[in-house]
C-alpha cells in the first residue's frame, strides 16, 4: 500500500506542475472518444509470468473535458492471456492438448490531462495526454480443464479485484476531429497470482517460482482519438 500512496502523490504533484504550466495552451472539444488496442508483456509475479502470457489488450474510452487542461471519463478494457510455452514445457510428462485462457474485464474511472506540444495554424497538430484509471476488474479462465481432488470443492474460474493503470499517450491530428497515435500503460491488480484458480497447481509445482509480488504488466500499442465536435480554433496565449 506505500506503493500505491507513493504513486498517487506522485501523479497528483505531476498533474499540478502541468496544469500550472499549461494553463494559458490550446482547447481541445469537451467530449470525445479514444479506441486503443495493443500487446500486453507480463512483469509480475514470476509465478504468473511463468503461466501466461499477453495475446492482446483493447478497449475504450468516453472522456470529457472538465477543465481547460483536465479531463475525466469512464472507459473499459478486455485483455486476453494463454499459458504460455514455459509453462508446458515445466508441466513435464503432462502435455496440454490446447491453451487455457485467462480474460480480463476491466471497468475504469479516468482522470486525466493534456500535455499539448505543438500548435499549428490555430489547430492542435500533436499532444500529449497523461491519465490515471482506476477500476474494478472481472477475471474468468476459460478452456481449462479442471482437476477435482475427491470431496474436495470445485476450483474457482473466476474472480473480481481492483487495480490501478496510470497510461500515457501521444496524438498526432490528421484532421480537426480526428487523431492516431501511441501509447504505453501498465496495469497494477490489487492483489496477488492464485494458482488454485482453475486448478492450475494441479500441473506445476508453484513453490519453486516467487508469487509474492502482485499481478502486472505492461501494454504497448496504438490509438485513435474521435472528437464529436470538431476542435475549437482558439489557441491564444
Given at each position: 500500500?506505500?506503493?500505491?500512496?507513493?504513486?498517487?502523490?506522485?501523479?497528483?504533484?505531476?498533474?499540478?506542475?502541468?496544469?500550472?504550466?499549461?494553463?494559458?495552451?490550446?482547447?481541445?472539444?469537451?467530449?470525445?472518444?479514444?479506441g486503443e488496442g495493443?500487446?500486453?508483456?507480463?512483469?509480475?509475479?514470476?509465478?504468473?509470468?511463468?503461466?501466461?502470457?499477453?495475446?492482446?489488450?483493447?478497449?475504450?474510452?468516453?472522456?470529457?473535458?472538465?477543465?481547460?487542461?483536465?479531463?475525466?471519463?469512464?472507459?473499459?478494457?478486455?485483455?486476453?492471456?494463454?499459458?504460455?510455452?514455459?509453462?508446458?514445457?515445466?508441466?513435464?510428462?503432462?502435455?496440454?492438448?490446447?491453451?487455457?485462457?485467462?480474460?480480463?474485464?476491466?471497468?475504469?474511472?479516468?482522470?486525466?490531462?493534456?500535455?499539448?506540444?505543438?500548435?499549428?495554424?490555430?489547430?492542435?497538430?500533436?499532444?500529449?495526454?497523461?491519465?490515471?484509471?482506476?477500476?474494478?476488474?472481472?477475471?474468468?479462465?476459460?478452456?481449462?480443464?479442471?482437476?477435482?481432488?475427491?470431496?474436495?470443492?470445485?476450483p474457482l474460474t473466476?474472480?473480481?479485484?481492483?487495480?490501478?493503470?496510470?497510461?500515457?499517450?501521444?496524438?498526432?491530428?490528421?484532421?480537426?476531429?480526428?487523431?492516431?497515435?501511441?501509447?504505453?500503460?501498465?496495469?497494477?491488480?490489487?492483489?496477488?497470482?492464485?494458482?488454485?484458480?482453475?486448478?492450475?497447481?494441479?500441473?506445476?509445482?508453484?513453490?519453486?517460482?516467487?508469487?509474492?509480488?502482485?499481478?502486472?504488466?505492461?501494454?504497448?500499442?496504438?490509438?485513435?482519438?474521435?472528437?464529436?465536435?470538431?476542435?475549437?480554433?482558439?489557441?491564444?496565449?
Amino acid at each position: 500500500m506505500n506503493v500505491l500512496k507513493q504513486i498517487i502523490l506522485f501523479w497528483i504533484l505531476f498533474c499540478t506542475v502541468s496544469y500550472s504550466m499549461l494553463l494559458a495552451q490550446n482547447k481541445l472539444a469537451r467530449f470525445s472518444f479514444k479506441g486503443e488496442g495493443g500487446i500486453p508483456t507480463v512483469l509480475s509475479s514470476q509465478a504468473f509470468k511463468n503461466t501466461f502470457v499477453g495475446e492482446f489488450q483493447t478497449g475504450g474510452q468516453f472522456v470529457v473535458r472538465v477543465f481547460p487542461k483536465f479531463y475525466s471519463g469512464v472507459g473499459f478494457n478486455y485483455a486476453l492471456f494463454k499459458t504460455s510455452n514455459n509453462f508446458q514445457f515445466r508441466i513435464g510428462n503432462v502435455t496440454l492438448t490446447h491453451d487455457f485462457f485467462l480474460r480480463t474485464y476491466n471497468t475504469n474511472l479516468i482522470l486525466g490531462a493534456f500535455l499539448p506540444v505543438e500548435v499549428d495554424k490555430d489547430k492542435p497538430d500533436q499532444f500529449g495526454s497523461i491519465e490515471l484509471r482506476i477500476g474494478y476488474s472481472y477475471n474468468k479462465y476459460t478452456n481449462v480443464v479442471l482437476k477435482v481432488d475427491s470431496g474436495k470443492p470445485t476450483p474457482l474460474t473466476e474472480y473480481y479485484t481492483t487495480y490501478i493503470q496510470p497510461h500515457f499517450s501521444y496524438t498526432f491530428m490528421v484532421e480537426e476531429n480526428l487523431g492516431f497515435g501511441g501509447f504505453v500503460n501498465y496495469t497494477m491488480y490489487f492483489n496477488t497470482f492464485n494458482p488454485s484458480h482453475a486448478s492450475l497447481d494441479k500441473y506445476v509445482d508453484y513453490t519453486k517460482w516467487n508469487n509474492r509480488f502482485n499481478i502486472s504488466w505492461i501494454t504497448l500499442g496504438l490509438h485513435f482519438h474521435w472528437y464529436f465536435i470538431k476542435v475549437q480554433r482558439d489557441f491564444s496565449d
